[in-house]
């Protein structure tokens, strides 16, 4: 996908993309036959930056493209980084700035993983180098902190923070409003918002309610799922007019619903 995009060049917006496109111009390999639609300055310049895009993709460097993309676009790195993208989530024992993290789910490679206050959480950090793309929501104001602080973490893998993505194309508010524009229905167990999440911490917590575990944990894997359903349909909006092939989307392995996560025992 980032070699049939252009806008992650310098000096070529969306619009002069779709113009290229247009113009026959699909992929970097044309680059050298748009003289009819680039000016001989403007197509010099593209391909000396061209090296640079080409070291990226192959170094795996995804940086480079999130610094050159515009908003609303930067998912077309997900399908070259599919391997090391996390999708994440965390919950916490409030909504301060000074809470603590209680949750994180996770979704990688197909597999989705929990992350339990005095049970496992620890066990993140083993994990947390194979993510090369990490993908969140509402992530950079909220989650990384949350995991910085705890964590002592100081450097963020490269990010996409589907909240601003989703803003590019209309779809404002928080998670479970775009949710309900996009069509997902929550089960019982999953729906609620972050304040009735911290409470049901502090019931297990407090309570020794492992009930109120298992319906948080339901929360936070729909909340995790959500991001990809998200993310894919933010990517189609991101591609659409490209006249050439199918470009490929990342699919969603399974969509497994919640309770496949939620059991105690399965937490790992």
């Avoid at 990490?134 to 992530?139: A, D, E, Q, R, S």
């Avoid at 069509?183 to 917590?205: C, K, T």
């Amino acid at each position: 996908m980032l070699t049939r995009s252009f806008c992650c060049f310098r000096g070529i917006s969306v619009a002069a993309e779709r113009r290229l496109w247009r113009g026959g111009c699909l992929c970097w390999a044309h680059l050298p036959q748009t003289g009819r639609l680039l000016s001989p300055r403007k197509a010099a310049d593209l391909a000396a930056q061209l090296p640079v895009l080409k070291n990226a993709i192959e170094g795996g460097v995804a940086d480079v493209f999130l610094s050159r993309l515009p908003i609303g676009h930067r998912l077309r790195v997900w399908p070259h980084f599919v391997a090391g993208t996390t999708f994440l989530d965390v919950e916490t024992t409030g909504l301060g700035p000074r809470d603590e993290l209680t949750v994180v789910g996770l979704w990688r490679d197909g597999v989705m993983e929990t992350f339990v206050r005095g049970r496992n959480l620890d066990e993140l950090l083993r994990t947390w180098r194979q993510t090369t793309l990490l993908v969140t929501f509402n992530g950079t104001r909220f989650d990384w902190p949350v995991l910085a602080r705890k964590f002592g973490l100081s450097v963020m893998p490269p990010h996409i923070d589907l909240m601003d993505e989703a803003r590019a194309f209309g779809y404002a508010g928080g998670l479970k409003a775009i949710e309900r524009k996009l069509g997902i229905e929550r089960v019982p167990d999953e729906d609620f918002d972050g304040e009735q999440a911290a409470q049901l911490w502090r019931d297990y917590s407090e309570l020794d309610d492992d009930a109120s575990l298992t319906r948080l944990l339901s929360y936070n894997a729909r909340d995790v799922l959500s991001l990809i359903v998200l993310a894919r349909r933010i990517l189609r909006h991101s591609i659409e007019g490209y006249p050439g092939p199918t470009m490929s989307i990342p699919a969603l392995s399974s969509t497994p619903t919640s309770n496949r996560y939620s059991s105690i025992s399965s937490v790992h």
